[in-house]
């Protein structure tokens, strides 16, 4: 019986060669920052309320200006077609199912056109400026002409983030089989059988580029590896800006100063997100940020928490602080690989009657209620395993969340 997420997770576990799960799973160098992401969660506790009715809790929401039936929305990860036959269709048609947004990774499988004739949901598509300007720009027009309706920026990414476990693997763009992964292959044949069917196994936005001198997909993988820009600043956000007509959303801000500058750019939303914990180790925690960047913005833009959900209580505790909606990669991922489009919309459904039950046990019955009046932080923060206080020693002390000084 499938009745969390950990529980999508070990289902997707069992269905996945370990190269292609441990590539979900991802983490740079030490995963201190990954674990924190977590861990964090753990930090913040609710102040509950008493005898409110909550006969009927709401959770939708406004982001961007367009009713959404759930504040979770689907995060760009690259590859998802790795996981099932048409993989980025699937998880947009899931996202139209329940309401909500899905956003396309430009290292997607699926194709900007296919995705966008596949659903009609709100489709939002993530770009990094590339090294050649007109490799950016040609995917900015393809979006563009295809319908999508944001623009989602990321510029965490200036160099690829030290992902050990990929090296040890051995994972490449197209899955090789090698000797030392053979035998795991060979146990995972219902995997192999039904990405037989799939159309292609490297980045299709790229695939027929004039700028590719190889077409195969190992000649697409070095392509885009060496369109990783190590020089953009914010004079390239203003050109982008300048080019995109829609709203433009920014992934990646985890300071306040950064919030304030890309907000006086045009951003009309802000993504607080560490990649989740697969580009720089050792950055705090996206939810102990967020408030930082809220208050920053000061209600000029919207704020999108990524980095760590697995609860419907996760996400009250964000929107708790200050965020508008919550994006979801692994969550979305686990579901996508344990059962295909279904497997995604149970990832949303689980998490959307968990943060159902939440908003009524808080006695909060619309996400509008929520502030930070509904959490207090467990001090001092700690990542190591909670024990219980030493004999004669006080419980640890709460206090109320309050600005940016609490987290």
């Known amino acids: ?61 406004t982001l961007l200006g367009e009713k959404l039936a759930t504040p979770i929305i689907l995060a760009p990860t690259g590859l998802a077609g790795l996981l099932a036959p048409r993989g980025e269709e699937m998880a947009a048609k899931a996202a139209a199912s329940r309401g909500t947004v899905f956003t396309l990774s430009t290292m997607s499988i699926g194709t900007i056109e296919e995705v966008a004739s596949a659903a009609s949901t709100p489709l939002w598509f993530q770009l990094y400026i590339w090294k050649d300007r007109s490799v950016t720009r040609s995917l900015l027009d393809r979006a563009k002409a295809a319908g999508y309706r944001a623009l989602c920026l990321t510029v965490d990414v200036p160099v690829m983030g030290n992902r050990e476990q990929d090296r040890r693997n051995g994972f490449t763009i197209p899955p090789r089989i090698h000797f030392s992964n053979v035998l795991d292959v060979l146990r995972h044949l219902g995997w192999v059988l039904r990405m037989s069917s799939s159309p ?23 392509f885009t590896n060496h369109q990783f820009d190590t020089s953009v600043t914010w004079k390239d956000v203003e050109w982008l ?40 180790d050792f950055l705090p925690a996206a ?58 919309e149970l990832a949303l459904d689980l998490l959307t009657s968990e943060l159902d039950r939440t908003l009524a046990l808080l006695g909060k019955p619309r996400l509008s209620d929520l502030d930070r009046t509904a959490l207090r932080v467990d001090a001092p923060a700690s990542l190591e395993p ?12 709460l206090k109320p969340v309050g600005g940016t000084h609490d987290t």
């Open 287 to 344: 939810i102990d940020l967020l408030p930082e960047v809220v208050d920053a913005v000061e209600g000029r833009a919207e704020v999108i928490l990524d980095g760590g959900i697995r609860r419907g209580s996760d996400i009250a505790k964000a929107i708790a602080m200050g965020a508008r909606a919550c994006m979801v990669g692994r969550p979305f991922l686990y579901g996508l690989a344990a059962d295909g489009q279904a497997g995604v």
């Open 1 to 61: 019986m499938t009745v969390s997420i950990e529980d999508l997770r070990q289902r997707a576990q069992r269905r996945l060669p370990r190269t292609v799960f441990d590539y979900i799973e991802g983490f740079s160098d030490d995963g201190f920052t990954v674990t924190a992401n977590r861990r964090s969660f753990e930090r913040y506790l609710f102040q509950s309320r008493a005898l409110v009715d909550v006969s009927a809790v709401d959770h939708s929401t």
């Open 200 to 222: 292609r196994a490297t980045f299709g936005n790229f695939v027929g580029h004039p700028a590719l001198t190889r077409t195969d997909a190992v000649g697409v993988a070095r």
């Open 386 to 397: 909670r024990t219980s206080p030493r004999h004669g020693e006080p419980p640890t002390s």
């Open 241 to 280: 800006r300048s080019l995109w007509p829609g709203p433009l959303v920014i992934k990646g801000i985890t300071h306040p100063e950064d919030a304030r500058r890309a907000v006086s750019l045009g951003a009309e939303a802000l993504i607080v997100s560490n990649h989740g914990g697969r580009q720089l």
